[in-house]
């Protein structure tokens, strides 16, 4: 198995509620990102988890929360989201996180803020 | 910290012609450079990449160089065909930064049949 699974594929939300974006891949690698991505725009790297630990925060704001319960799963907690948190939001999986190892991407999901 | 710059932004072939992508790297550190292929509407994925003691590397159609000396390196498309179209991103990460790459901002390659 290499895929990465991502759920939802849509989600629309209020800047009042709360939901979650999960991730899963099961082929036993040990570092997990999330990335934000904006429509023609590189994927920007939001979090890194090695060994279910969290290893880099690129200074994303509080409101998404990051959760990491197995080396399996990767969830990603929102909250009072704001309308240009909109964009689409992909989870990757590495083996580690030296280099060269190819990081695989879910096929993500499309978050609309409203 | 590392900057990616990426040329052209928007390249359009006629099928059967050669496509030519260039990015340059700021961070001599950097010694893992991969290339994403993203389709509309679809996930990135790898489709070569290079480490910094490799000069070039070939997969069928596909091709990248690496001057380490200039810090540039670029992809190499052969015979494209329609469905090489997409945006492409070229990446650079370096050992330390613990799975961190800096992307280019993109190139979107049309073929035209």
């Known amino acids: 198995d290499t895929e990465v699974t991502q759920t939802p594929k849509h989600l629309v939300m209020g800047m009042t509620n709360k939901k979650s974006l999960k991730c899963e891949q099961h082929?036993?690698?040990?570092?997990m990102y999330w990335y934000k991505q904006k429509a023609k725009k590189p994927p920007e790297l939001m979090f890194v988890?090695?060994?279910?630990?969290?290893?880099i925060n690129e200074s994303v704001p509080s409101r998404f929360s990051p959760e990491c319960p197995n080396s399996s799963l990767l969830n990603l907690h929102l909250h009072a989201l704001q309308p240009e948190d909109s964009a689409l939001y992909l989870c990757?999986?590495?083996?580690?996180?030296?280099?060269?190892?190819?990081?695989?991407f879910g096929p993500g999901t499309r978050l609309t803020v409203t | 910290g590392e900057n990616v710059e990426q040329h052209p932004s928007t390249l359009s072939v006629q099928e059967g012609d050669s496509a030519v992508i260039k990015c340059t790297y700021s961070d001599s550190a950097s010694n893992y450079f991969p290339w994403y292929k993203q389709e509309l509407g679809k996930r990135p994925q790898l489709i070569i990449d290079?480490?910094?003691?490799?000069g070039e590397k070939k997969d069928q159609r596909i091709a990248v160089t690496l001057n380490k000396t200039a810090k540039h390196f670029s992809l190499h498309i052969t015979e494209t065909q329609p469905e090489d179209s997409a945006v492409y991103f070229c990446?650079?990460?370096?050992?330390?930064?613990?799975?961190?790459?800096?992307f280019g901002d993109g190139t979107t390659l049309t073929v035209k049949p």
């Open positions: 082929m036993g690698h040990r570092a």
């Open positions: 290079i480490r910094s003691n490799v």
């Open positions: 990446a650079a990460r370096k050992e330390t930064n613990a799975g961190k790459s800096t």
């Open positions: 990757a999986s590495s083996q580690v996180t030296g280099h060269g190892y190819e990081q695989y």
């Open positions: 988890y090695s060994y279910e630990k969290l290893s």
